[in-house]
């Protein structure tokens, strides 16, 4: 193993994660959805911690492991709003929030295609923004991000990296070429300040500046 891999394994695993998020962990595992890694899903909850965030929306629910990470960011109070295409992966996740402690009434989970629900949220009404689902729709996820947010509101989008294919000019796959085109939008918008971490599959986050 090189010293990169080495050091990047060290740190997905420098916090153990509880029996509930590796319940969640299999249960994704048997519906064939993946969720956001481990040093990945610990800045979100960091973030969303530090960032005071009470209402998020949530661009792929999977079995419930980056809503539980929010969640738990939240504290006590705030509410996640999650967005999945299948009925299956909303009743995992159901699952995953109960047995993490969390009441029904702090997810507010919407079964269908994001493209359809996210229009109908309010403008300028969330905190923050998490996007982790079909790849190819990322550019779309992002215009809807914006919108969604207030000012000084955060945009979360994971697998930025999308397996090391995004820093690899010489891969043009669709959902690559999408990613990449995302990040270059974010980088490039004059009301978002980015940053991204190399944590799990790539972190991008960026705070909604004007």
């Known amino acids: 193993m090189s010293t990169d891999a080495a050091n990047w394994a060290y740190c997905e695993d420098f916090v153990p994660e509880d029996e ?16 956001v ?14 960032a005071g965030v009470r209402s998020a929306v949530e ?8 809503t539980t990470y929010l969640l ?8 996640v709003t999650t967005i999945d295409v299948e009925p299956e992966h909303h009743k995992a996740a159901r699952r995953t929030l109960a047995a993490a402690g969390f009441a029904p009434e702090r997810a507010r989970m919407i079964t269908g295609r994001a493209l359809d629900v996210l229009p109908r949220l309010t403008d300028g009404g969330y905190d923050l923004v998490l996007i982790d689902a079909r790849k190819s729709e990322y550019p779309e996820y992002l215009e809807q991000a914006v919108r969604l947010l207030r000012v000084g509101g955060i945009v979360t ?8 294919r995004v820093p690899d000019p010489a891969q043009r796959d669709e959902s690559t070429t999408a990613v990449r085109t995302t990040l270059k939008a974010v ?11 190399p944590s799990g599959d790539g972190l991008l986050v960026a705070i909604k500046t004007s």
């Open 59 to 66: 661009i792929g629910t999977g079995a419930g492991v980056s």
């Open 187 to 197: 980088r490039e918008s004059e009301s978002l300040s980015p940053m991204l971490l």
């Open 157 to 164: 989008i994971d697998n930025a990296l999308w397996h090391g």
């Open 72 to 79: 738990r960011g939240m504290g006590h109070a705030g509410v």
């Open 37 to 50: 890694l481990p040093g990945a899903a610990r800045v979100l909850e960091l973030v969303t911690r530090m």
């Open 20 to 35: 509930v998020i590796l319940a969640a962990r299999d249960v994704a595992d048997q519906l064939g959805c993946v969720p």
